[in-house]
């Protein structure tokens, strides 16, 4: 039987996109191809580092920064809807299981540009636009629940600044940040500091991660002083600060996904063709014919959803909250069974160290845990229906 | 897609938020609104099965004809409105909530009237749309026999040109509606020694003849929109041939391509809101009942009606997204088959999470409350979403052919004259 393959493009990921979004695309296609690509992520695990800052340095060159911060602030987007150029880097990185702190430093400076106070954040904006400097969101429980109210660190007030007691769990790359934004709880309600890494009562405790570069950790605050310049906006007000913050950051993590559901089932496909058995390939069984069908409509409603919910949290949208869910609990489930099944489809192989799907399943089981895991999003839905 | 179904998106036509405040003017002066009916006229408003469905299905596309919302995407000499999607885009928006002929959309406006327009002469254009745009013609698909529905092209219901006229002999079964119809289209075999593809005939029949013996069959769930035509005989005009003679397979895929579009909720011809329930929001009467049966509070049921509320919206979403790839040419017409596809495999869940959080209230009435027993006649009726409009597996193979390239399944009647392919009995 002779088998030609039909050529799927892969920029079918986006249907509309303007010329500045495909320059950001193939941009940042060709730098993660030379300098963030799966053999990047080995030898940085090899080497025991979680990314290189001199790459984040050149990847703030061309954008990965600035896209969620408004011009004025030393930011800016490709097409004038930062964040859906944003999610652009984002599937970028999941097509390439790449290394760096893109989803966190993006919402960080997201946060700190948005603030009533951000005039007093500039220059920090200012360094994590540039790539000088590394920042993280910290405002998970212990416990691995994701409610971000449920884990507030206390801050109480002392003299012209704060007092910090508590602790963190789930900090991204919270020991390479240099900076860490810090949700915590007042008299007042939920206040958000932004603080360095090194303050004195902050410990950072790494934690060893399923993911071979994105590393966690736990950071400890034992009566650590902060003076009331740390404030992001202001004391007691952080909550709806909050919740745009997890959107962002969960639009950006969805658009990972759905690059590195993109990437397997890339590979796996051309797999199927070059594979035979019994003198045919197993692109040729039905029965394998149909899990493919099953995993391109999954592939395509987890990119339908995606989109639907970064347009919603671009605009501010009433519902944004909700699609947002949406999303994450669809993409989450969904991502994991796509690469699953893929690794079964490739057979012994795709249970080694060798191969590189287990990159791609390893950032997948990251992603679908953090920031809320599909079963805490459909609770999450129902919450915001009333039920 | 042909020039003529692409809705103009030339100069001079309305705009959309101009054609969307004259809805917002119109629907509420002269429609009723949902809240306001009965239950018992919210279900007849979509049961197929009810003749007095039919009845007022083509009174409201009377009023629509007139207040100017007919045929909103089909072309102005058809007797439609000659609009872009993006304007019945609008009008669904604005007349969800409202009384609409939900019972019309498909196959009639969704199906037969696209494929008319893509493959019919001038003469059936011009016979058929415009009643078909006043609610005076409803159009049904004569596809399926008792032999088989998926091999579409092995059909054996035979047409013998006879002068003038075509002859037509054999069994049809699974029109949906034929028995409210006026016009089927009806996939027939003219050339027997071809092979299979090359041998068909599409005709536009008159459903209601002594000719075209019709009987309706009961369903699982009690309804009997579903039809079983025999054909003793039935004479048929030459002029009534859709498209070429021995052309007729051209034909059968565009309708099946528009087929697949409108069961997965992506045509544009569909006109009225998407998915309304009797109370609004589809998941709402999930809600009710959660409520009703104490399990508000109860985790696991909050997340399985979070996961029907995503499953709903995800549908709208992918509906959206590939309809755009479609017209951007981004992804392959085949794509329909995609949301074909997604709409069989949500709706299977969505009915099997109904079942869980009904719980008994979905198998036996409840004397003091609400009769909830849809829940557990869904779930009966729970594969007819994939199998209705092309079964789920002739999806799969048209989405791991068509779009990934994969292999074609093997066919033992490939270029074999149809007349020595082997049959079942």
Redesign the interface.
């Given at each position: 039987m002779s088998v030609r393959r039909r050529e799927r493009k892969s920029a079918a990921m986006r249907f509309e996109l303007s010329s500045e979004q495909r320059l950001l695309q193939s941009v940042t296609a060709d730098f993660l191809e030379k300098n963030g690509s799966v053999a990047t992520v080995r030898s940085l695990a090899d080497e025991g580092r979680h990314f290189d800052r001199n790459v984040w340095r050149q990847g703030a060159e061309l954008g990965w920064t600035a896209m969620l911060v408004p011009e004025e602030a030393g930011g800016g987007s490709a097409s004038g809807q930062g964040l859906i150029d944003a999610t652009i880097i984002g599937e970028q990185m999941g097509l390439h299981a790449a290394p760096g702190p893109f989803t966190v430093v993006n919402t960080v400076a997201a946060a700190l540009a948005e603030a009533s106070n951000a005039d007093e954040h500039a220059d920090l904006v200012g360094e994590l636009v540039a790539g000088e400097k590394v920042a993280t969101w910290a405002c998970c429980a212990p416990g691995g629940r994701w409610n971000p109210e449920a884990g507030a660190v206390e801050a109480r007030a002392d003299g012209d600044g704060y007092v910090l007691n508590g602790v963190h769990d789930s900090v991204e790359l919270g020991t390479d940040a240099d900076v860490l934004l810090v949700l915590a709880r007042t008299p007042e309600g939920l206040t958000q500091f932004v603080i360095p890494a090194g303050t004195a009562g902050v410990s950072v405790q790494p934690l060893e991660s399923l993911d071979l570069v994105r590393g966690f950790a736990r950071v400890e605050y034992t009566d650590a002083r902060v003076p009331a310049g740390a404030l992001v906006g202001a004391a007691g007000a952080a909550a709806p600060a909050v919740e745009r913050q997890l959107q962002l950051a969960l639009v950006l993590q969805c658009s990972e996904l759905v690059g590195v559901v993109q990437r397997v089932l890339e590979f796996t496909t051309q797999w199927m063709f070059d594979r035979y058995s019994f003198g045919r390939p197993l692109a040729s069984y039905q029965a394998l014919k149909h899990r493919f069908a099953d995993m391109t409509m999954w592939s395509e409603a987890a990119q339908a959803t995606m989109a639907a919910a970064a347009e919603a949290v671009q605009e501010r949208r009433e519902d944004a909250a909700e699609l947002v869910s949406i999303a994450k609990s669809y993409i989450g489930q969904r991502a994991t069974d796509i690469i699953q099944d893929c690794v079964q489809l490739h057979g012994g192989i795709g249970v080694t160290w060798e191969h590189d799907i287990h990159l791609y399943l390893r950032r997948a089981t990251v992603d679908r845990v953090t920031w809320g895991s599909p079963s805490d999003h459909r609770r999450r839905i129902a919450d915001l229906l009333e039920v | 897609m042909t020039a003529t179904t692409t809705a103009g998106e030339t100069a001079g036509i309305e705009s959309v938020e101009s054609f969307r405040q004259r809805a917002r003017e119109w629907i509420p002066a002269n429609l009723r609104r949902r809240a306001d009916m009965t239950d018992a006229e919210l279900v007849q408003n979509g049961d197929l099965s009810d003749a007095g469905a039919w009845k007022r299905a083509r009174e409201l596309q009377r009023m629509l004809y007139d207040g100017g919302f007919a045929g909103i995407c089909y072309p102005k000499e058809y007797g439609g409105l000659g609009l872009t999607p993006e304007h019945q885009r609008a009008f669904n928006e604005e007349v969800a909530g409202y009384e609409t002929p939900v019972v019309l959309q498909v196959p009639t406006f969704t199906i037969c009237g696209p494929t008319i327009l893509d493959m019919g002469t001038e003469e059936q254009k011009r016979e058929h749309l415009p009643k078909v745009m006043r609610g005076e013609e409803v159009l049904v698909q004569f596809l399926s026999e008792p032999r088989g529905g998926s091999d579409l092209a092995g059909v054996t219901t035979r047409a013998t040109r006879d002068g003038d006229v075509f002859i037509l002999n054999g069994a049809k079964i699974w029109s949906t509606s034929a028995y409210a119809a006026d016009y089927a289209l009806c996939l027939t075999r003219t050339d027997w020694d071809a092979p299979k593809h090359r041998g068909l005939t599409m005709f536009l029949v008159k459903v209601q003849q002594p000719a075209v013996q019709l009987s309706r069959i009961k369903q699982v769930d009690g309804g009997d929109e579903f039809c079983e035509e025999f054909l003793d005989d039935v004479e048929v005009p030459a002029s009534a041939v859709v498209g070429e003679v021995n052309g007729g397979w051209a034909v059968a895929s565009r309708q099946l391509f528009h087929e697949r579009n409108a069961v997965g909720g992506g045509s544009q011809y569909f006109s009225g809101a998407r998915g309304e329930s009797r109370r609004g929001a589809p998941?709402e009467e999930l809600?009710d009942v959660?409520?009703r049966t104490g399990q508000?509070d109860d985790?696991r049921a909050?997340?399985?009606?979070?996961?029907v509320?995503?499953l709903g919206?995800?549908h709208s979403?992918?509906i959206?997204?590939?309809v755009?790839?479609m017209r951007?040419e981004?992804?392959p017409a085949a794509?329909g088959?995609?949301i074909r596809?997604?709409g069989g495999?949500s709706a299977t869940r969505r009915v099997e999470i109904g079942v869980e959080l009904a719980g008994p209230a979905s198998v036996m009435a409840d004397p003091d409350g609400p009769d909830t027993r849809e829940f557990g006649v869904s779930f009966l009726m729970r594969q007819a979403s994939s199998l209705g409009g092309g079964s789920t597996?002739m999806?799969?193979?048209?989405?791991?052919?068509r779009?990934?390239?994969?292999?074609r399944?093997y066919a033992a009647d490939r270029d074999v004259p149809f007349n020595q392919v082997k049959r079942g009995r």
């Open positions: - | 998941t809600i959660v409520r508000a985790p909050r997340e399985l009606v979070g996961e509320h995503a919206k995800i979403q992918l959206d997204r590939v755009a790839g951007t981004k992804l794509a088959s995609i596809l997604f495999e597996e999806a799969r193979n048209i989405i791991s052919e779009i990934l390239g994969m292999p399944e």
